[in-house]
Nanobody, 120 residues
């Protein structure tokens, strides 16, 4: 089992910044892709950003230039720095980690979600 613990959500005014963090623990042999998704009210979950083990990143067009994803492979953590936040960034943000467990099985783990609310 792989567990993810997220932190850093909250309420912020438009134009402000927040930093989300996610720590993975448990039966981890390796981590491949780490990412952040979000689900706005009444909408489907969507990719925000993800990063591979060698540092390759991709972002949703709506957050390019404002959000930055990073990871610490030694600590099994992934962060999302969110700047210039807009009301449309309001959503529940979920951490996602994919890799191989100590039992050599593939896993696709999700965090419990953290609320980000941006007021206008």
């Amino acid at each position: 089992q792989v567990q993810l613990v997220e932190s850093g959500g909250g309420l912020v005014q438009a134009g402000g910044s927040l930093r989300l963090s996610c720590a993975a623990s448990g039966s981890i042999f390796s981590i491949n892709v780490m990412g952040w998704y979000r689900q706005p009210p009444g909408k489907q979950r969507e990719l925000v950003a993800r990063i591979t083990g060698n540092g390759f990143t991709n972002y949703a067009d709506s957050v390019k230039g404002r959000f930055t994803i990073s990871r610490d492979n030694a600590k099994n953590t992934v962060n999302l720095q969110m700047n210039s936040l807009k009301p449309e960034d309001t959503a529940v943000y979920y951490c996602n980690v994919m890799g191989t467990s100590q039992g050599m099985a593939l896993y696709d783990a999700w965090g419990q979600g953290t609320q980000v609310t941006v007021s206008s």
